[in-house]
C-alpha cells in the first residue's frame, strides 16, 4: 500500500490516495481517495443542481463547476431507505430550495427537511443509477 496527497482545486481540502496493489495472478490494482466536505458552497456560488450517483452527493453550481454536497460532521447523508441519511440529506436539500439556491450551510436539522423531499430521499428510485434534481425539481417538490 503507498499513499499520495493532492488538494481539491474548487476548495483547497486536502485528499489522501491510498494505492492498494496485491502481486500474483488476477492481482487487483485500486486507488481510493478521501477527502472532507466543505461546510458550504463558496459565497459567490449559487447552488443549481443535485447530483447522486453510486452513493456519492455533489451540487452543481450555477457556473457548472461541480463540488461535494456541503456536509457537516455527523451528518452524513444516504438515500434509499428511511434513517438519519436520508433525513439529512431532505433537510439540507429543502433549506436549498427555500433559500432559493443562495448560501445554505450544512448541519440543518432533521425536522425541518420537508416530507415531499424525504419521500424522494428514502424512495428505491433515489437510490438507482445516477439522479439529477434542479432547484426548480426541489422548489417544485416544496409545494406539493
Not at 466543505?38 to 447552488?47: C, I, S
Not at 456519492?56 to 457548472?64: I, N
Request: glycine fraction near 12%; aromatic fraction near 12%.
Amino acid at each position: 500500500m503507498c499513499r499520495r496527497t493532492f488538494y481539491d482545486p474548487e476548495f483547497g481540502l486536502p485528499v489522501v490516495g491510498e494505492h492498494f496493489k496485491h502481486v500474483g495472478t488476477g492481482g487487483t490494482d485500486q486507488w481510493s481517495y478521501k477527502t472532507y466536505a466543505p461546510l458550504e458552497l463558496r459565497p459567490d456560488d449559487a447552488f443549481d443542481r443535485f447530483v447522486t450517483g453510486r452513493g456519492l452527493f455533489w451540487a452543481r453550481t450555477d457556473k457548472g463547476l461541480l463540488s461535494i454536497l456541503p456536509q457537516k460532521n455527523a451528518h452524513g447523508y444516504n438515500i434509499g431507505y428511511s434513517g438519519g441519511g436520508p433525513h439529512a440529506l431532505a433537510a439540507y436539500l429543502t433549506q436549498v430550495a427555500k433559500n432559493d439556491g443562495g448560501t445554505t450551510p450544512a448541519g440543518v436539522p432533521y425536522e425541518d427537511a420537508h416530507p415531499a423531499i424525504v419521500a424522494w430521499t428514502q424512495s428505491s428510485v433515489a437510490d438507482r443509477g445516477t439522479n439529477e434534481l434542479t432547484l426548480s425539481d426541489l422548489q417544485a417538490m416544496l409545494e406539493s
